[in-house]
């Protein structure tokens, strides 16, 4: 069964770069020879439509050959009926989605070289919420308390500072959020019981509407220059 189309608005035109006549009239398996690898789906998109149904369009990417044009789609296909209430064809109506798709990418790319960074630091990284409750650790956090990653996040920050520095650990986050800044000194505990001093930064995170999410810490292990100086 053919696929004509009827309409081919200035929109399409303009984000798929080919002309109105070049597509109205014409089946779109051959206004489009790269359908046919997808025809398959698209019979079926289409019995599902002449059932009276709305299908959504996946978000994808397509390549216009007569035009060169890559873009990204998103959109629905919905029953086209005539006045009697007989559905006669389809109606779809895309979305160019090719600036969100480039942004969630170059996000991810720099997510990930972020995280690269963090991960071969010769800091120790770490991420704590509103409750304290850890939600990253870097293999540098993990290698200087004797933990592994998967035993630290979820688990409470102060949990793992050495009980006499607890209190003086944690008014120095309130002092962080009130907008205090350099480092301060304290000892974490290692899971083999003995106690590491470490100079940290601690920075907290806020979102746009400037209301507190967090906190990113970095450590420093000082054990050394301590014992220097006693």
């Known amino acids: 069964k053919a696929l004509l189309c009827l309409l081919w608005n200035k929109r399409m035109e ?3 770069g080919v002309a109105a006549r070049d597509v109205v009239g014409r089946d779109q398996f051959e206004a489009f020879p790269f359908l046919r690898e997808r025809e398959e789906a698209i019979r079926k998109l289409m019995q599902h439509v002449f059932k009276g149904n709305v299908a959504t369009v ?3 990417e ?3 050959p007569q035009s060169g044009h890559r873009i990204w789609i998103s959109g629905m296909v919905a029953p086209h009926r005539d ?5 006669i064809g389809m109606v779809a109506f895309y979305r160019d989605i090719t ?3 480039l942004a969630d990418n170059a996000l991810r790319e720099s997510e990930t ?3 690269r960074m963090l991960e071969t630091a010769y800091e120790a990284v770490w991420t704590a919420d509103t409750k304290n409750i850890v939600t990253y650790a870097s293999p540098r956090m993990a290698e200087l308390i004797g933990y592994a990653i998967n035993e630290i996040v979820g688990k409470e920050a102060f949990s793992f500072v050495y009980p006499d520095d607890v209190a003086i650990s944690k008014e ?4 962080r959020i009130n907008g205090a800044k350099g480092p301060f000194d304290f000892r974490l505990l290692h899971k083999n019981g ?3 001093w470490v100079r940290s930064t601690a920075t907290p995170i806020f979102d746009d509407k400037n209301i507190y999410q967090g906190m990113l810490g970095m450590m420093t292990d000082i054990g050394e220059a301590r014992l220097a100086q006693e």
Do not use: L, Q
């Open 14 to 16: 303009e984000i798929s």
């Open 58 to 60: 996946p978000d994808e």
């Open 62 to 64: 397509i390549m216009f």
């Open 83 to 87: 006045t009697a209430g007989n559905i």
């Open 99 to 101: 600036s969100r798709k």
């Open 113 to 115: 070289r972020y995280r």
């Open 172 to 175: 120095r986050i309130v002092m």
């Open 194 to 196: 003995s106690t590491i």
